[in-house]
């Protein structure tokens, strides 16, 4: 199962981007039930996450983008949204979303990954 990123592109400094990942029809019927997360892969970085949305809607954020982003999801639509706020050069990179699970006290992707959207912050 990949789950495909959409919504990236240029945006300056202090700016806002709203990305979306629809979850493919294979998975509609359960999509409700799956813990989603995005990730974020910086120029010659790891990829990390940063937001995840749990099946009951709790939500939680690196600390680098806590107070700017903001996750959800609608699950009529089998879509998760990352908002972006006060953007900075920083947050470029490509994002990704996927379904995560918890292991041990760590989030975990275990799907493949889908096609990212590339998100460039610059003036």
């Known amino acids: 199962v990949q789950l495909q990123a959409s919504g990236g592109g240029l945006a300056q400094p202090g700016g806002s981007r709203r990305l979306s990942c629809k979850a493919p029809r294979s998975i509609f019927s359960v999509f409700s039930n799956y813990d989603m997360g995005w990730y974020r892969q910086a120029p010659e970085k790891q990829r990390e996450l940063v937001a995840q949305?749990?099946?009951?809607?709790?939500?939680d954020y690196a600390d680098s983008v806590k107070g700017r982003f903001t996750i959800s999801r609608d699950n009529s639509k089998k879509t998760v949204y990352l908002q972006m706020n006060s953007l900075k050069p920083e947050d470029t990179g490509v994002y990704y979303c996927?379904?995560?699970?918890?292991?041990?006290?760590?989030?975990?992707?275990?799907?493949?990954w889908g096609q990212g959207t590339l998100v460039t912050v610059s003036s």
């Open positions: 949305i749990t099946s009951t809607f709790s939500t």
């Open positions: 996927n379904t995560i699970k918890m292991v041990g006290d760590t989030w975990t992707s275990y799907n493949e």
